[in-house]
Protein backbone atom coordinates (compact mmCIF):
# COMPACT_ATOMS: atom_id res chain seq x y z
CA UNK A 1 0.00 0.00 0.00
CA UNK A 2 1.17 3.68 -1.30
CA UNK A 3 -0.43 7.01 -0.72
CA UNK A 4 -0.51 9.38 -3.27
CA UNK A 5 -1.05 12.72 -2.89
CA UNK A 6 -2.67 15.09 -6.00
CA UNK A 7 -3.25 18.21 -6.42
CA UNK A 8 -5.24 20.16 -3.71
CA UNK A 9 -4.22 17.81 -0.72
CA UNK A 10 -6.57 15.15 -2.53
CA UNK A 11 -4.60 12.07 -1.00
CA UNK A 12 -5.55 8.19 -2.13
CA UNK A 13 -4.26 4.56 -1.13
CA UNK A 14 -2.87 2.76 -4.18
CA UNK A 15 -1.29 -1.06 -4.43
CA UNK A 16 1.87 -1.43 -6.06
CA UNK A 17 1.47 -5.04 -7.45
CA UNK A 18 4.58 -4.37 -9.64
CA UNK A 19 6.49 -3.98 -6.36
CA UNK A 20 8.45 -0.38 -7.92
CA UNK A 21 10.49 0.83 -5.24
CA UNK A 22 8.76 4.08 -4.25
CA UNK A 23 10.64 6.86 -1.46
CA UNK A 24 8.26 9.87 -0.27
CA UNK A 25 8.37 12.77 -2.57
CA UNK A 26 8.95 10.31 -5.98
CA UNK A 27 6.44 10.89 -8.39
CA UNK A 28 4.17 8.17 -10.00
CA UNK A 29 1.11 7.16 -12.49
CA UNK A 30 -1.28 5.63 -11.59
CA UNK A 31 -4.96 4.18 -12.63
CA UNK A 32 -8.06 6.94 -12.44
CA UNK A 33 -11.35 5.98 -13.11
CA UNK A 34 -11.30 6.39 -16.92
CA UNK A 35 -7.44 6.91 -17.65
CA UNK A 36 -4.52 7.78 -15.57
CA UNK A 37 -3.59 9.98 -13.20
CA UNK A 38 0.10 11.64 -12.24
CA UNK A 39 1.18 12.17 -8.05
CA UNK A 40 3.27 12.43 -5.75
CA UNK A 41 3.92 9.39 -3.25
CA UNK A 42 3.37 11.03 0.42
CA UNK A 43 3.30 7.86 2.79
CA UNK A 44 5.04 4.05 2.68
CA UNK A 45 5.10 1.29 4.82
CA UNK A 46 3.15 -1.13 6.90
CA UNK A 47 1.19 1.89 9.04
CA UNK A 48 -1.19 2.15 6.09
CA UNK A 49 -2.42 -1.03 6.01
CA UNK A 50 -4.82 0.41 9.10
CA UNK A 51 -6.33 2.96 7.13
CA UNK A 52 -9.51 3.03 6.52
CA UNK A 53 -10.50 2.44 3.62
CA UNK A 54 -13.87 2.86 1.26
CA UNK A 55 -14.45 1.67 -2.49
CA UNK A 56 -12.10 -0.31 -4.62
CA UNK A 57 -8.19 0.08 -4.77
CA UNK A 58 -6.70 0.98 -7.58
CA UNK A 59 -3.03 -0.12 -8.78
CA UNK A 60 -0.08 2.19 -9.39
CA UNK A 61 1.08 1.77 -12.85
CA UNK A 62 4.70 2.84 -13.46
CA UNK A 63 7.19 5.12 -12.64
CA UNK A 64 7.08 8.46 -14.87
CA UNK A 65 9.08 9.31 -17.79
CA UNK A 66 10.82 12.44 -19.06
CA UNK A 67 7.87 13.24 -21.07
CA UNK A 68 4.99 12.42 -18.64
CA UNK A 69 6.49 14.91 -16.29
CA UNK A 70 6.50 17.49 -19.12
CA UNK A 71 2.83 16.82 -19.48
CA UNK A 72 2.29 16.92 -16.20
CA UNK A 73 3.80 20.81 -16.01
CA UNK A 74 1.81 21.62 -18.91
CA UNK A 75 -1.00 20.72 -17.67
CA UNK A 76 -1.01 22.80 -14.66
CA UNK A 77 -0.15 25.86 -17.24
CA UNK A 78 -3.48 24.35 -18.45
CA UNK A 79 -5.59 24.57 -15.04
CA UNK A 80 -4.63 28.39 -14.56
CA UNK A 81 -6.04 29.11 -17.87
CA UNK A 82 -8.85 26.34 -17.90
CA UNK A 83 -9.51 28.52 -14.22
CA UNK A 84 -9.99 32.13 -15.61
CA UNK A 85 -11.82 30.91 -18.92
CA UNK A 86 -14.46 29.45 -16.40
CA UNK A 87 -14.31 32.32 -14.07
CA UNK A 88 -15.56 34.16 -16.99
CA UNK A 89 -18.57 31.39 -17.62
CA UNK A 90 -19.79 31.83 -14.62
CA UNK A 91 -19.90 35.85 -15.00
CA UNK A 92 -21.30 35.84 -17.93
CA UNK A 93 -24.60 34.07 -16.67
CA UNK A 94 -24.41 35.48 -13.21
CA UNK A 95 -24.23 32.40 -11.33
CA UNK A 96 -23.80 32.51 -7.59
CA UNK A 97 -20.41 30.59 -7.48
CA UNK A 98 -17.24 31.07 -6.76
CA UNK A 99 -14.49 29.20 -8.34
CA UNK A 100 -11.70 27.44 -6.11
CA UNK A 101 -9.55 25.61 -8.22
CA UNK A 102 -9.44 23.26 -11.57
CA UNK A 103 -7.74 20.07 -12.43
CA UNK A 104 -6.59 18.08 -14.72
CA UNK A 105 -6.07 14.50 -14.97
CA UNK A 106 -3.14 13.56 -16.22
CA UNK A 107 -4.37 11.92 -19.36
CA UNK A 108 -6.40 14.99 -20.05
CA UNK A 109 -9.42 12.78 -20.42
CA UNK A 110 -11.41 14.55 -17.63
CA UNK A 111 -11.08 18.24 -16.01
CA UNK A 112 -12.97 19.30 -12.53
CA UNK A 113 -13.71 22.66 -11.55
CA UNK A 114 -14.02 23.00 -7.48
CA UNK A 115 -16.27 25.44 -6.68
CA UNK A 116 -18.03 27.24 -3.22
CA UNK A 117 -21.84 28.08 -3.26
CA UNK A 118 -24.27 29.31 -0.14
CA UNK A 119 -27.29 27.42 -2.31
CA UNK A 120 -27.69 25.01 -4.92
CA UNK A 121 -26.56 25.83 -7.67
CA UNK A 122 -28.24 24.61 -11.58
CA UNK A 123 -24.42 24.94 -13.57
CA UNK A 124 -25.81 22.56 -16.23
CA UNK A 125 -25.44 24.28 -18.98
CA UNK A 126 -22.30 25.62 -17.42
CA UNK A 127 -20.92 22.06 -17.73
CA UNK A 128 -21.98 21.70 -21.51
CA UNK A 129 -20.40 25.02 -22.87
CA UNK A 130 -16.92 23.82 -20.94
CA UNK A 131 -17.50 20.55 -22.37
CA UNK A 132 -17.64 22.14 -26.29
CA UNK A 133 -14.56 23.70 -25.44
CA UNK A 134 -12.03 21.17 -24.07
CA UNK A 135 -14.45 18.06 -25.68
CA UNK A 136 -13.48 15.76 -22.83
CA UNK A 137 -15.52 15.29 -19.44
CA UNK A 138 -15.81 17.86 -17.37
CA UNK A 139 -17.25 18.02 -13.63
CA UNK A 140 -18.34 20.65 -11.01
CA UNK A 141 -17.63 19.93 -7.55
CA UNK A 142 -19.14 21.76 -5.10
CA UNK A 143 -16.90 22.03 -1.91
CA UNK A 144 -17.43 23.36 1.66
CA UNK A 145 -15.35 27.03 3.05
CA UNK A 146 -12.74 24.35 4.71
CA UNK A 147 -12.29 22.46 1.67
CA UNK A 148 -11.86 25.35 -0.07
CA UNK A 149 -8.45 25.91 2.78
CA UNK A 150 -7.32 22.66 2.34
CA UNK A 151 -7.02 22.88 -1.43
CA UNK A 152 -5.60 26.23 -1.60
CA UNK A 153 -3.24 26.01 1.76
CA UNK A 154 -2.17 28.78 3.80
CA UNK A 155 -0.34 29.45 7.48
CA UNK A 156 -2.48 29.41 10.21
CA UNK A 157 -2.08 32.05 13.37
CA UNK A 158 0.54 29.86 15.19
CA UNK A 159 3.17 30.08 12.34
CA UNK A 160 2.52 26.47 11.14
CA UNK A 161 1.12 25.16 7.67
CA UNK A 162 -2.74 24.69 8.02
CA UNK A 163 -3.72 21.69 9.81
CA UNK A 164 -6.45 20.81 7.27
CA UNK A 165 -3.20 20.75 4.24
CA UNK A 166 -0.99 18.27 6.59
CA UNK A 167 -2.66 15.80 8.36
CA UNK A 168 -6.24 16.46 9.06
CA UNK A 169 -8.57 13.58 6.88
CA UNK A 170 -11.76 14.87 7.74
CA UNK A 171 -13.41 17.52 9.57
CA UNK A 172 -15.14 17.63 12.62
CA UNK A 173 -18.13 19.59 13.91
CA UNK A 174 -17.06 22.44 15.98
CA UNK A 175 -19.04 24.33 18.07
CA UNK A 176 -18.34 27.55 20.60
CA UNK A 177 -18.75 25.02 23.36
CA UNK A 178 -15.28 23.78 22.59
CA UNK A 179 -13.71 27.39 23.72
CA UNK A 180 -16.23 27.88 26.45
CA UNK A 181 -14.55 24.52 27.87
CA UNK A 182 -11.25 26.16 27.55
CA UNK A 183 -12.29 29.52 28.86
CA UNK A 184 -11.07 31.15 26.04
CA UNK A 185 -12.43 34.54 25.19
CA UNK A 186 -15.40 34.66 22.65
CA UNK A 187 -13.84 36.98 19.90
CA UNK A 188 -14.64 35.40 16.22
CA UNK A 189 -11.56 37.06 14.92
CA UNK A 190 -9.01 35.01 17.52
CA UNK A 191 -11.25 31.32 17.14
CA UNK A 192 -11.74 31.52 13.14
CA UNK A 193 -9.38 29.81 10.94
CA UNK A 194 -8.87 31.45 7.44
CA UNK A 195 -11.59 29.59 6.09
CA UNK A 196 -13.83 31.87 8.10
CA UNK A 197 -14.65 28.84 10.45
CA UNK A 198 -13.88 27.91 14.26
CA UNK A 199 -10.45 26.70 14.39
CA UNK A 200 -9.87 23.09 14.00
CA UNK A 201 -7.46 22.77 16.76
CA UNK A 202 -9.93 23.73 19.15
CA UNK A 203 -10.67 20.27 19.60
CA UNK A 204 -7.34 18.76 20.03
CA UNK A 205 -7.03 19.47 23.94
CA UNK A 206 -10.97 19.25 24.37
CA UNK A 207 -10.87 16.10 26.10
CA UNK A 208 -8.15 17.11 28.61
CA UNK A 209 -10.13 20.06 29.20
CA UNK A 210 -13.70 17.90 30.15
CA UNK A 211 -11.12 15.62 32.25
CA UNK A 212 -9.87 18.46 34.59
CA UNK A 213 -13.04 20.08 34.24
CA UNK A 214 -14.19 17.01 36.13
CA UNK A 215 -11.40 17.42 38.44
CA UNK A 216 -11.67 20.92 39.39
CA UNK A 217 -14.84 22.75 41.14
CA UNK A 218 -16.71 25.17 39.81
CA UNK A 219 -16.12 28.89 39.64
CA UNK A 220 -18.71 30.70 42.19
CA UNK A 221 -18.52 27.27 44.32
CA UNK A 222 -18.06 28.05 48.11
CA UNK A 223 -15.65 26.20 50.63
CA UNK A 224 -15.53 26.02 54.50
CA UNK A 225 -11.86 26.05 54.90
CA UNK A 226 -9.82 27.22 58.19
CA UNK A 227 -9.53 30.53 56.69
CA UNK A 228 -13.51 30.57 56.68
CA UNK A 229 -15.88 30.53 54.14
CA UNK A 230 -14.12 31.16 50.42
CA UNK A 231 -15.11 31.53 46.84
CA UNK A 232 -13.59 29.80 44.09
CA UNK A 233 -13.29 33.12 41.50
CA UNK A 234 -10.93 30.81 38.78
CA UNK A 235 -9.30 27.64 38.49
CA UNK A 236 -5.51 26.55 36.90
CA UNK A 237 -6.40 23.16 34.94
CA UNK A 238 -2.72 23.01 34.53
CA UNK A 239 -1.78 23.17 37.89
CA UNK A 240 -4.74 21.39 39.30
CA UNK A 241 -5.47 24.28 41.69
CA UNK A 242 -8.44 27.01 42.57
CA UNK A 243 -8.10 30.41 44.02
CA UNK A 244 -10.48 31.11 46.67
CA UNK A 245 -11.94 34.89 47.97
CA UNK A 246 -11.98 35.39 51.02
CA UNK A 247 -12.11 38.99 51.36
CA UNK A 248 -11.62 41.76 48.84
CA UNK A 249 -7.73 41.56 50.17
CA UNK A 250 -7.70 37.52 51.13
CA UNK A 251 -7.19 35.36 48.52
CA UNK A 252 -5.66 31.45 48.79
CA UNK A 253 -4.24 28.99 46.51
CA UNK A 254 -5.72 25.50 47.22
CA UNK A 255 -5.03 22.29 45.14
CA UNK A 256 -7.82 19.62 44.08
CA UNK A 257 -6.55 17.53 46.88
CA UNK A 258 -6.58 20.26 49.42
CA UNK A 259 -10.22 20.87 48.29
CA UNK A 260 -11.18 17.91 48.95
CA UNK A 261 -10.85 18.16 52.44
CA UNK A 262 -13.04 20.93 52.85
CA UNK A 263 -17.04 20.87 53.07
CA UNK A 264 -18.41 21.93 50.10
CA UNK A 265 -21.47 24.53 51.11
CA UNK A 266 -22.85 26.14 47.89
CA UNK A 267 -22.68 24.58 44.36
CA UNK A 268 -23.39 26.52 41.45
CA UNK A 269 -25.75 25.95 38.64
CA UNK A 270 -24.27 24.91 35.20
CA UNK A 271 -25.20 27.55 32.32
Known amino acids: MIEIVFKGERKELYDNPQQFPFIVGDYVIVEAEKGEDLGIVNQVGSVLERKKIEGKIRNILRKPTTKDLEIYRDNRVKEFDAYQLCRRKIADRFLEMKLVDVEFQFDSNKIT ?20 IYKVRIELRQIGVRDEAKRIGGYGGCGRKLCCTTFLKEFEPITTQCAKEQNLPLNPQ ?31 SRYVTAHGEGTVISVDVFRETAILQFSEEKRETFTVEELAQFRQIEVPQKS
Open 190 to 220: KLSGICGRLLCCLMYEREFYQQQTEKLPMVD
Open 113 to 132: FYFTAEKRIDFRELVKELAA
